[in-house]
């Protein structure tokens, strides 16, 4: 199986490197001191990873030459419009169409439809602007979740210091022998390692954790929550790429109220040393907060945008047993499918994740997501004695490899094929 196509190095300069798909061309970062122009070379999230033989990419290459311009046609039939729209609607997507920047009011509008048909309209008008951007290329993460332990106690999350669950820790034997299986078995080119703040896992423990992953020829994500700026420096010297880690909510009072003993200017310091760093970060919010306004919902995406986020990561909120969130109302799937869309309005270059809660919304949710501006995907790879423990709110778990079926079923029968997105 296989989540990313190889491609080939057809230029460098600096840290900047050209690679190309079948005639298209994604710029990466480079920090590899043996890359040619010429080498065949696997990207992830905007950065190229290993050099592969010309054999073995000239074979890979082969399966996926026909697949690829066959995929590039069902998505070109998708990313069209269908529905109709009139009046203040049409104005607004008519100006998104000659790429005129919208303004806040217009936002607003958008994300306050409410009939299925307007809806549909925004949603395909993304859609085409997702394909316009960046065509068909969409890439899939694996995660790993590897301890539920945290020591904060988040009103919303199910892994809150306060909740009674039944609390597991990965060795990191176990978690480096999950992410071997992860990207030899199951072909996966860029691993999320995801815990809640764990303090257990010290520096020592995480630079080798590091160190041994990235001897895969993988892009590792941390999801480790707020830790110390030395640690994430420190990391990406071992080798760490990329960071997932949202800020919430750019409310600062809804982020003071439902995070105690955090604050919000701390988060977003440490996202932007993070980017300073070099790392590629994802980042972004929770939808449905108590007392949350579309207002909000647009802060959220502007703040996402001038954090520099390489990705967007938000999901509604999937109210969580035994905690102070757990009567609140199921976030509703069509607020956070008309965030999706309003961030490809707002961001047309955005990186879009289907974030998993999306999925917990319905069966057809992701595919939903995806016609709706996403272009990015995670599968749980956690293995099987840890994953139904990692409760941050109630989800179904799927088989690995199922999931993997289904999800590569779903993106083929969408025209989406796993090239680089690039910077
Ligand atoms: N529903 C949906 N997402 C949640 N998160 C935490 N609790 C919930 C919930 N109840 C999200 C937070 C956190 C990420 C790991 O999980 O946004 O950053
Ligand atoms: Fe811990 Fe993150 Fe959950 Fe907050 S949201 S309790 S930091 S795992």
Redesign the pocket.
């Known amino acids: 199986m296989c989540y990313a196509i190889p491609g080939r190095v057809v230029s460098i300069k600096g840290q900047i490197a050209v690679v190309d798909y079948f005639g298209e061309q994604r710029t990466v970062l480079n920090d590899n001191d043996d890359i040619q122009p010429g080498d065949y070379v696997y990207a992830q999230g905007g950065i190229l990873i290993n050099k592969i033989a010309e054999k073995d990419a000239r074979e890979i290459l082969g399966f996926w030459k026909e697949k690829f311009f066959e995929l590039k046609k069902i998505d070109a039939q998708y990313s069209k419009l269908h529905t109709s729209g009139e009046g203040e609607l049409l104005r607004i997507l008519q100006r998104v169409n000659v790429k005129q920047k919208l303004n806040n009011e217009e936002f607003i509008y958008l994300l306050n439809l409410q009939t299925k048909e307007e809806q549909s309209l925004l949603f395909e008008t993304a859609n085409v602007v997702r394909q316009k951007e960046h065509d068909n290329a969409c890439c899939v993460h694996g995660i790993i979740e590897f301890s539920n332990y945290c020591r904060c106690d ?1 009103f ?4 809150r210091k306060s909740t009674s669950q039944k609390r597991y820790r990965m060795t990191p034997e176990e978690i480096i022998s999950a992410a071997t299986y992860a990207v030899n078995e199951l072909g996966f080119k860029a691993l999320v390692l ?1 815990s809640g703040e764990d303090e257990w896992y010290d520096e020592e423990k995480l630079v080798t954790l590091v160190k041994e992953i990235r001897k895969l020829n993988v892009l590792i994500f941390l ?1 480790i929550g707020e830790r110390s700026k030395a640690l994430y420096k420190k990391l990406y010297e071992t080798g760490a790429r990329a960071v ?3 800020f ?1 909510t750019s409310n600062k009072e809804i982020f003071q109220n439902l995070r105690p003993g955090t604050n919000l200017e701390q988060r977003l310091d440490l996202i932007r040393y993070a980017k300073e760093l070099g790392y590629i970060v994802a980042t ?3 939808i449905g907060l108590p007392g949350e306004t579309e207002e909000d919902i647009l802060n959220n995406i502007m703040l996402t945008k001038s954090l520099g986020a390489d990705m967007y ?8 047993a035994g ?1 102070p ?1 757990e009567k609140e109302p199921l ?1 509703e799937k069509s607020a956070v499918l008309k965030t999706i869309a309003v961030t490809r309005l707002l961001d047309r270059k955005a990186k879009i994740l289907v ?1 998993t ?1 999306l999925e917990t919304l319905g069966d057809n949710a992701k595919k939903e997501g995806l016609l709706a501006g996403a272009n990015s995907l995670m599968i749980n790879v956690t293995p099987p004695t840890y994953r139904d423990l990692y409760i ?2 109630p989800k179904h778990g799927k088989e690995v490899k199922k999931a993997i079926q289904e999800t590569i079923d779903l993106l083929y029968s969408l025209g989406r094929a796993p090239t680089d997105l690039g910077l």
């Open positions: 988040c919303y999350c199910g892994l995801q999801s997932l880690l949202r919430e972004g919010f929770l990561s938000f999901g509604p909120l999937i109210p969580a905690t969130l976030g974030t809660a941050i709110y």
